[in-house]
């Protein structure tokens, strides 16, 4: 098999298509592919992948590999990838955003002689080799990577590098199957994690996120009432979550969700750097502080300089009377 970039989707539920981070995972891949004149190839792992298959074919993988397994263990992943990046002939192999991303990658180019860079940004293709974009300093500025190894660069990808593919239903892939490798027995897992169900944060079109400047936590039900007169999801500052006043599949920031929403609302979130981390790709911010000189309107598209809990009321009013 001649060189693919390879995307490598670790773990899969049964019976389920890929998710959006996979297929724009596959969408840098393919414009990758493009400037390094090679084939696509998607790799698989988890139990019953027909739907996910025929996805990656769909959204452009030229050669599947699937991994038909469950409740596997990170060393039988690890080499599963190192087996897909030999079979893939991998110079460059992309992770999305999702489970076992930071534990597989550096695995995975330890155990090839490779190299890997996580919360990639941007990819870009510099005589015949790759360079990493990534954020560093908590989201504060942004570093330009160049691989030294001489085995693959094992790029774990942020948010929207990339948009999907344009899907042909009636396009197939050639499709490979990966062994399973014999449990080491170093680590049992004894039930899989049930998966999570109802809408997801990272996948939400509008956020209304609330910071310590609610001053309360009873006052985070305002929260709510706007995002549901504006038909969105809630989030929370990580403050608020240590505090108790949301839960942390609500976290926005560099140790919760990373989200691309098209409108976020920061409500009395100042604006700290780990923070902007999870929600600075959105492409439209609005914030609202009391204190002019905050982070946050560095970021925002539009700034209210007030008390949180004198604006909110009147944001919901709107809404509600506007939905």
């Not at 897909?84 to 192999?93: H, K, S, T």
Request: net charge negative.
């Amino acid at each position: 098999m001649a060189e693919h970039v390879l995307v490598l989707v670790p773990s899969i539920d049964a019976g389920a298509p890929l998710s959006d981070a996979a297929a724009e995972a596959l969408g840098a891949a393919r414009e990758l592919a493009q400037q390094r004149r090679c084939d696509v190839a998607c790799a698989l792992i988890g139990p019953n992948l027909a739907a996910a298959t025929a996805d990656a074919a769909q959204l452009g993988a030229d050669t599947v590999l699937t991994a038909t397994g469950h409740a596997l263990d990170g060393d039988a992943r690890v080499s599963i990838a190192a087996n897909a990046v030999a079979q893939a002939q991998a110079r460059v192999v992309l992770l999305p955003r999702g489970p076992h991303l930071l534990e597989l990658a550096p695995r995975l180019a330890a155990r090839t002689g490779g190299a890997s860079v996580i919360g990639v940004t941007d990819i870009r293709h510099v005589d015949n080799d790759v360079h990493a974009i990534a954020a560093v300093f908590g989201g504060a500025a942004r570093a330009q990577y160049a691989f030294r190894a001489s085995g693959p660069r094992v790029i774990g990808l942020a948010p929207a590098v990339a948009a999907p593919p344009d899907r042909d239903p009636a396009r197939t892939a050639t499709t490979i199957e990966l062994a399973i490798p014999q449990p080491t027995g170093r680590v049992t897992t004894l039930e899989p994690a049930a998966a999570s169900s109802g809408p997801r944060l990272e996948n939400a079109k509008l956020i209304v996120s609330g910071g310590r400047g609610l001053q309360d936590g009873e006052n985070y039900a305002l929260i709510r009432e706007l995002a549901d007169g504006l038909g969105g999801m809630t989030g929370a500052s990580r403050a608020i979550v240590d505090d108790g006043w949301a839960s942390f599949e609500q976290q926005v920031g560099l140790t919760g969700k990373i989200v691309t929403p098209d409108v976020y609302f920061a409500i009395g979130i100042s604006g700290a750097s780990q923070h902007m981390a999870g929600c600075a790709t959105a492409r439209c911010i609005v914030a609202v502080n009391t204190d002019p000189d905050a982070p946050i309107f560095k970021f925002a598209d539009y700034g209210i300089v007030d008390d949180a809990l004198e604006v909110l009321p009147e944001l919901v009013r709107l809404a509600r009377e506007r939905a």
